[in-house]
């Protein structure tokens, strides 16, 4: 079992930045795909970035390309989100979440999923 707790959530201004943590618990991340969704109330979960489990390749979403960066460290089990130039638009609760196939761009790829952290950004 892996247990996810996601930090950094919070509410920022448009054009600013936060970068938000996953701690992993229970077991190493490091033979774990890990990935970024974020869900906004009556829509589905969004794929935000998913990350190889070394680190060396990363996907990320059209919507937030350019402006997220996704990156691992798997000496501290953590998986990051580094989010700048924040739009109204990505607010949200994002989760992140561990594969053990690999990870995709689908919610269902994914084994254990974090809480979620709140993420606002005000206009």
């Known amino acids: 079992q892996v247990q996810l707790v996601e930090s950094g959530g919070g509410l920022v201004q448009s054009g600013g930045s936060l970068r938000l943590s996953c701690a992993a618990s229970?077991?190493?991340?490091?033979?774990?795909?890990m990935g970024w969704f974020r869900q906004t109330p009556g829509k589905e979960r969004e794929f935000v970035g998913v990350?190889?489990?070394?680190?060396?390749?990363?996907h990320i979403a059209d919507s937030v390309k350019g402006r997220f960066t996704i990156s691992r460290d798997n000496a501290k089990n953590t998986l990051y989100l580094q989010m700048n130039s924040l739009k109204p638009e990505d607010t949200a609760v994002y989760y992140c979440?561990?594969?053990?196939?690999?990870?995709?761009?689908?919610?269902?790829?994914?084994?254990?999923w974090g809480q979620g952290t709140q993420v606002t950004v005000s206009s």
């Open positions: 990350i190889n489990w070394i680190g060396s390749t990363t």
């Open positions: 979440a561990a594969s053990r196939t690999g990870g995709r761009s689908y919610s269902r790829a994914y084994d254990y």
């Open positions: 229970g077991r190493t991340i490091s033979s774990y795909a």
